[in-house]
C-alpha cells in the first residue's frame, strides 16, 4: 500500500521525507481519483555571509555584478 496523506479542514497536510517545508510542489492529475505531487527544485543560490565592520554588517566582495542581478531578477518574474 502507498502512503497517504489526509487533509485537515483547512484542506492541509502532512507529507513524508523527502518534501520539507516551504516545498514548491507541481500537482499532476493522473485521472479522475489520482493526484501525485512532485517537488520543484529551485536552483542553487549562494549564501554570502556578512561580516561586521564598524558597525555596519558589509560583504567582503559583491556576489554579482548589477547586470547579473538585474538578468537574475528578470529571469524569475518571468518565470512567474
Same mark, same amino acid.
Given at each position: 500500500?502507498?502512503?497517504?496523506?489526509?487533509?485537515?479542514?483547512?484542506?492541509?497536510?502532512?507529507? $513524508?521525507?523527502?518534501?520539507? $517545508?516551504?516545498?514548491?510542489?507541481?500537482?499532476?492529475?493522473?485521472?479522475?481519483?489520482?493526484?501525485?505531487?512532485?517537488? =520543484? +527544485? $529551485?536552483?542553487?543560490?549562494? =549564501?554570502? +555571509?556578512?561580516?561586521?565592520?564598524?558597525?555596519?554588517?558589509?560583504?567582503?566582495?559583491?556576489?554579482?555584478? $548589477?547586470?547579473?542581478?538585474?538578468?537574475?531578477?528578470?529571469?524569475?518574474?518571468?518565470?512567474?
Amino acid at each position: 500500500m502507498e502512503p497517504t496523506t489526509t487533509l485537515d479542514s483547512r484542506r492541509r497536510g502532512i507529507f $513524508p521525507a523527502p518534501f520539507q $517545508p516551504g516545498d514548491v510542489l507541481v500537482r499532476v492529475r493522473q485521472n479522475a481519483e489520482s493526484i501525485t505531487f512532485r517537488i =520543484v +527544485k $529551485p536552483a542553487d543560490v549562494p =549564501v554570502v +555571509k556578512p561580516t561586521r565592520r564598524g558597525g555596519f554588517l558589509l560583504l567582503d566582495a559583491p556576489p554579482a555584478s $548589477p547586470d547579473q542581478i538585474a538578468a537574475a531578477i528578470r529571469a524569475e518574474r518571468d518565470s512567474r
